[in-house]
């Protein structure tokens, strides 16, 4: 028997519009946002995918993502494991000013290292596979380059890639 | 009845101490804040006072600063309604920028009476399920909480909260009255460069 993960991204937030970097730190869903999730909660229901056990981020933007997708309705475990990477000097400020978007390969030492976001991310997959039975189906609600990064090293492909809001992997 | 309601503001975080508005944004707390948090943690043991309920707002500054306080093994509830008051356009940037919200933006700002009235609704779900002689810790923010004190607990004089500060109210299960605010962190400081 196997254990069914389904990863999910929340939805479009205040910082995602505007274009801000959004790691640690955190904004609301938007009201697109909302409707995407709504959307993702619609696909569910619509394909009568259960869920037996529930998770999220600490941060409210996946938290927020989780409540409407489970329609408020099932209690969910909170684990600091799941959160974003954390983008140090660059949290919270423009995305264009992002090393990457401009040719610099250099590393923000303030920045958390890839590696360090993998296993983070290995860490709570062992701790959700630990509360889950065979045969379940959790839903984890989570954000996209921790999660992109540790679908890419899981399932050994490379060119996995980034999550769109909110886009579901199971 | 008698409740008493310990109603204690986030220690520093990072948009905090580089002075940037932080209403419906989150961020984390500094090393400086979790040292606060744990002073004001300190305090509360030294003199005694246990915890009978926890509550927080929905943010992960306040529910960790309330982990802080409370230790990993208390239940807590996490309340909307207690989030900090919503800052629209200005959210996320420099304080500096605030005085041109009469300007520009301002109906992107929660409205004051709206921050009031749903800190209202929150602190009504917390008392009705309290009961005689209980201390209930609420972590929350200091605008909204603010708010709330000034215009809801007779609090009129009430001159605001700082990282990990906390304002004592009392109620006897209808109304609630502020009686006094303590700072506990008052005087912790952080070495910038060993981080002690």
């Known amino acids: ?170 | 009845m008698t409740i008493n309601l310990y109603l204690v503001r986030h220690g520093q975080t990072l948009f905090n101490k580089e002075h940037r508005m932080q209403g419906s944004c989150d961020s984390a707390l500094t090393p400086l804040g979790v040292k606060q948090i744990e002073a004001t943690r300190d305090y509360f043991a030294q003199n005694g006072i246990a915890f009978d309920r926890a509550y927080c707002s929905t943010q992960e500054r306040a529910s960790d600063t309330l982990e802080i306080i409370a230790g990993p093994e208390m239940k807590y509830d996490r309340l909307k309604e207690l989030k900090e008051k919503d800052y629209g356009i200005y959210e996320g940037r420099n304080i500096l920028l605030w005085p041109f919200r009469r300007l520009v933006g301002s109906s992107t700002i929660e409205d004051d009476r709206e921050v009031t009235e749903r800190m209202e609704r929150g602190m009504n779900l917390i008392l009705r399920d309290a009961q005689d002689g209980e201390n209930i810790l609420v972590v929350g923010h200091g605008d909204s909480m603010g708010h709330y004190i000034r215009e809801r607990a007779g609090g009129n004089k009430f001159p605001g909260f700082h990282n990990a500060e906390f304002a004592l109210l009392q109620s006897d299960g209808n109304e609630v009255e502020y009686e006094e605010n303590v700072w506990p962190a008052k005087d912790v400081r952080i070495d910038q460069i060993t981080g002690n």
């Open chain 1, 1 to 170: 028997m196997t254990k069914t993960l389904y990863l999910v991204r929340h939805g479009q937030t205040y910082f995602n519009y505007y274009h801000k970097v959004q790691g640690r730190c955190d904004s609301p869903l938007n009201e697109k946002g909302i409707r995407q999730v709504e959307m993702a909660r619609d696909y569910f229901q619509n394909k009568h995918i259960h869920f037996d056990k529930a998770f999220s981020s600490t941060q409210e933007r996946a938290c927020d993502t989780l409540e409407i997708i489970t329609d408020h309705k099932m209690p969910y475990t909170r684990l600091k494991d799941l959160r974003e990477k954390c983008y140090g000097i660059f949290e919270g400020r423009d995305e264009f000013l992002l090393p990457w978007n401009y040719g610099n390969s250099n590393v923000d030492p303030t920045m958390e290292k890839n590696e360090d976001v993998v296993a983070r991310m290995r860490r709570a997959v062992v701790e959700i596979m630990d509360g889950i039975d065979d045969g379940e189906a959790a839903l984890v609600c989570g954000h996209g380059d921790i999660l992109a990064r540790y679908v890419r090293d899981a399932t050994d492909n490379p060119n996995f890639p980034a999550l769109p809001m909110p886009q579901l992997l199971s």
